[in-house]
């Protein structure tokens, strides 16, 4: 399953893998093992680019596949006879030239940080130990020109597959858990409402609903619900501070849902009844589902005075009751 949407480039919000050139990528190639994604990773960057057409045409027609001497089949054959890694340098300078892991260590270093002066003295060490294995110094000549330039841009292996590992995790999670994962990716961007945009966008393209706020689903972030549905989260929401988040959550978790929009005012703390919180949720429509009517009956003015306005005077004045010390002759 993971593999199907990978093939179909749809890996926005899969790290490193989710860019629309990378996405084009996946497409042609239609990776069905894990060392094709090791291999993207290692690829997609500005030089070895070059090698992604030939690494997707070679995948997919055997045939064109070609070693540049057949004692580098065993170390090329996993990247269908391309070089791709540091680490098939090492490989092959151990087949060709008998290296020393040591030796080879040497001279990807060299290739690692790009250093010429450094490349050219372990150059006739190459060219010697090859040589002794009967190796012709035309094609040896060939294979360290071709290995001059990989130097310039040579990825290592290890890392691209720590990459790759992330790569996949994510893209599983996404592949089998789609609700939760862009629920996540929509709370992990909460700040920036570009990313929060483009993400709900995705998930309508991926068929996943997503609700608006409500003050007895929503969580402080987006969450899944029990139809599956992501819920707006509040504190992605414009002035709504963290302490109104908390406190609207936490009343409800441990006294259940609110049933009505007066009892709302009466339950929650004052810090989340302040007029910016109040506008902001109703304008969201974190309230519909306990008002019948229009948001707009909040803003209607009686007596020169809103309903929000006096809404939220209503709760001030709960508040300042249950702060009071004094005993009230009526009680409750």
């Known amino acids: 399953k993971t593999f199907e949407m990978l093939s179909e480039g749809d890996t926005v919000g899969v790290f490193p893998l ?11 190639l239609k990776p069905d093992r894990f060392e094709d994604i090791i291999a993207v990773v290692a690829l997609y960057r500005p030089g070895p680019m070059e090698n992604i057409k030939h690494y997707v045409a070679r995948k997919h027609d055997p045939s064109q596949v070609t070693y540049i001497h057949p004692k580098l089949e065993p170390v090329l ?11 098939q340098v090492q490989q092959a300078a151990r087949v060709l030239a008998g290296y020393t892991l040591g030796e080879a260590d040497l001279l990807r270093r060299a290739m690692g940080k790009k250093i010429k002066a450094q490349l050219d003295k372990l150059k006739p060490l190459f060219m010697e130990g090859a040589g002794k294995n009967g190796h012709p110094s035309n094609v040896l000549e060939k294979i360290w020109s071709d290995w ?13 597959a720590c990459y790759s590992v992330v790569a996949w995790q994510t ?25 929060v945009t483009f993400f709900i966008e995705e998930c309508r393209r991926m068929g996943l609903e ?3 706020p409500d003050v007895n689903e929503s969580l402080e972030g987006f969450a899944v619900n029990e ?9 992605a929401m414009k002035g709504v501070g963290e302490s109104a988040c908390t406190s609207i959550v936490a009343e409800r978790e441990e006294n259940g849902p609110y049933t009505d929009f007066f009892e709302f005012l009466s339950r929650v ?3 989340s009844t302040s007029r910016q919180t109040m506008e902001a949720l109703i304008c969201a429509g ?14 209607y003015e009686e007596d020169q005075k809103t309903f929000l306005e006096k809404s939220v005077r209503y709760a001030q004045s709960l508040r300042e009751e249950k702060n009071s010390s004094q005993v009230s002759l009526f009680g409750e």
């Open 286 to 299: 974190a309230f519909d589902q306990l008002m019948d009517g229009k948001r707009s009956r909040f803003f």
């Open 210 to 212: 997503v609700l608006g």
């Open 18 to 28: 989710e860019s629309s050139g990378m996405r084009d990528v996946l497409k042609g």
């Open 227 to 235: 139809k599956g549905a992501i819920r707006f989260g509040l504190a």
């Open 148 to 160: 001059e330039a990989f130097a310039k841009y040579a990825f290592n292996k290890s890392h691209s």
């Open 77 to 87: 054959a996993e990247t269908y006879g391309i070089m791709i890694y540091q680490e």
């Open 171 to 195: 893209a599983y999670l996404k592949a089998n858990y789609p609700s939760e994962f862009m629920a996540a990716a929509l709370t992990h961007n909460k700040s920036d409402l570009t990313k």
């Open 269 to 271: 703390d004052g810090r």
